[in-house]
Every structure is written in structure tokens, then in C-alpha cells.
């Protein structure tokens, strides 16, 4: 198999408060072709572990350890040279898409940016590229002189997507990227990410509360619980024998394919037992 990223002993911390672990010793590795699916509830961390994938945390937080993509160790890297990387090799959806279009640029133009910066794309070439793009997104090429307002969520959802994939990264770091669409779009969604994935042999980390997603796509599972990830394993385990109390109370929330499990508020008495160290 295949290593794309490698991160070990990651901790980040607020500058001023250096002995507030955001996120805690985390390590994990990810590998072409497969998807890991980051869980865990709000403020666990999640997108802290992603930003800093990226060289995107804000400069009030500090970050120490190892990260290394294709043997690179990126987290060394000044911001230019990062910025090769961004976009390029990494391609990221954002938890918030609606924000991330540029509302006065044509949807084509914002899928072509990182074509022409990276590939140096121009004129035809990059055109049918775009068309090419929005085709494997499933939606029309015309619309490519279309505004983001112009379009419905799940469009402008597939246009994040395309302009992520763009430059076919080997690593695609998806945020909640259905979070804020309806069930129907989402699974269509889920599905182009999942086929983009085996087409390009891309590795691909995908953060989501949503069990049912991790369910459809995962083929292994990190849990994380206040920075710190208290579970691993592939989805069969992870769903079928959950091993740390935490994750048990999070599958406990998932109502059932017949929905009928009764949904229950999460227990943390085990916390005070030692659970986590
Ligand atoms: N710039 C910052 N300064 C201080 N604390 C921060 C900063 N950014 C995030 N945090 C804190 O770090 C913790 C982890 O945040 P993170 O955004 O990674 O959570 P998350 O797991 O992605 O949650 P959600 O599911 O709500 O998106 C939270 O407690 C958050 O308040
Ligand atoms: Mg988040």
C-alpha cells in the first residue's frame, strides 16, 4: 500500500496558552486509494487536525510534530512553498463552501485559478479542462459563466469539488462537505467523492459527524474525543465492535436503519474512570 501522509505526534496548542491541548498526540497515517473518516463531536478537533495538514492554522495557535506527505516533511515548509503544495497536491473541501466561492467571479474562472497556477493552463486548454471538470461533477459545462448565486447548494457543493480535484491531488481532505445539503444531494455527493477517489488513487480524509456517512464511505475510522483520538480501526470495526466507550455513546445516538433505537443523550460517567489518560 501506498503512504501518501504521515503524521505523528501532532499537538496544537493556543500561542498564549501553551498548556491547552487542542489537539493532542495525534497520529495517523493515510494511504492512496483509501478513505479515513475523522469522527468525533463538535470542538473535538477535527478541523484543527486538517488546517494544520494544510499549513492553514490561525498564527494564534501553535502546532509541534511530524507531518509528512509523500515523504515531504510539510509542516517544515515556509509558505511559498507550501503554497506549491496547496491546491495542487492537497486539494481541500471547506466545512463552509457557501463562504469559500467568490461571489463576483464566474464559477469557471474560480475552477480555473489553480489550473492556471499550478499547470499554467491558458486559453483552450484550460477551457475544455473546466468543461471537463464541471462534465465530471455532473454539471453542464455552460454553466461555467454562471455566479455561484446562480446555482443551488449541491451545484455550488460540486463546483467546491471540482475546483478541489482540479489539479488531481493525492491527497483530498474533504470538511463536513455535505453537511449543509438535503439527504438525496448529500448521497449524491458522497457517491462522486467516493468515485473520484478510486478513479484518481487518491487518499482521501473525510471529516464528518455523521455515522451514516462513515457507514457509506469509510474504509477505516479515526474517533476523536477532546483533541485526542481514542479509537482506530476499519469501519467494520470500528461500526460493528466499537471498543472505547466514547465511540460505543456515539454509535448509541445513530438511530437504526429502522430508526427505531431511542435516541439517548451521551453518557460521560466513564470519563471519570479513566477512560482517557
Ligand atoms: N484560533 C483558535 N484559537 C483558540 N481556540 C481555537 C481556535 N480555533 C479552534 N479553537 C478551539 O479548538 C477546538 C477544536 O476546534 P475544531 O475546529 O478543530 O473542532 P471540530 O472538531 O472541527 O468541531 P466542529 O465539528 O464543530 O467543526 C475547539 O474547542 C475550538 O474552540
Ligand atoms: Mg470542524
Not at 509528512?68 to 492537497?90: C, P, V, Y
Not at 436503519?257 to 451521551?266: A, D, E, H, R
Amino acid at each position: 500500500m501506498s503512504e501518501i501522509l504521515s503524521i505523528s505526534q501532532l499537538n496544537i496548542t493556543p500561542k498564549n496558552d501553551i498548556h491547552r491541548f487542542l489537539v493532542k498526540q495525534v497520529n495517523l497515517k493515510l494511504n492512496a486509494g483509501k478513505t479515513t473518516c475523522i469522527v468525533g463531536e463538535s470542538g473535538s478537533g477535527k478541523s484543527l487536525t486538517a488546517l494544520s495538514i494544510m499549513g492553514l492554522l490561525s498564527n494564534q495557535l501553535k502546532a509541534t510534530g511530524n507531518i509528512s506527505f509523500q515523504g515531504l516533511a510539510i509542516n517544515q515548509l515556509d509558505n511559498q512553498s507550501m503554497q506549491t503544495i496547496r491546491g495542487a497536491k492537497i486539494g481541500m473541501i471547506f466545512q463552509e463552501p457557501m463562504t469559500s466561492l467568490n461571489p463576483v467571479l464566474t464559477v469557471g474562472y474560480q475552477i480555473g485559478e489553480p489550473l492556471t497556477t499550478h499547470l499554467g493552463l491558458k486559453g483552450e486548454a484550460l477551457r475544455s479542462r473546466i468543461a471537463a471538470l464541471l462534465n465530471q461533477v455532473g454539471i453542464p459545462p455552460e454553466r461555467a459563466d454562471s455566479y455561484p448565486d446562480e446555482l443551488s447548494g449541491g451545484q455550488r457543493q460540486r463546483v467546491m469539488i471540482a475546483m478541489s480535484i482540479a489539479c488531481e491531488p493525492a491527497l483530498l481532505i474533504a470538511d463536513e462537505p455535505t453537511t449543509a445539503l438535503d439527504v438525496t444531494v448529500q448521497a449524491q455527493v458522497l457517491t462522486l467523492l467516493d468515485e473520484l477517489k478510486t478513479r484518481m488513487n487518491m487518499a482521501m480524509l473525510f471529516i464528518t459527524h455523521d455515522f451514516g456517512v462513515v457507514a457509506d464511505i469509510a474504509d477505516d475510522v479515526i474517533v476523536m474525543f477532546r483533541g485526542e483520538i481514542v479509537e482506530t480501526g476499519t469501519r467494520e470495526q470500528v461500526l460493528n465492535y466499537p471498543q472505547h466507550p466514547y465511540t460505543q455513546a456515539l454509535l448509541d445516538c445513530v438511530p437504526d436503519v429502522q430508526g427505531l433505537k431511542t435516541l439517548k443523550p451521551i453518557d460521560y460517567a466513564w470519563l471519570n474512570h479513566g477512560a482517557i489518560a
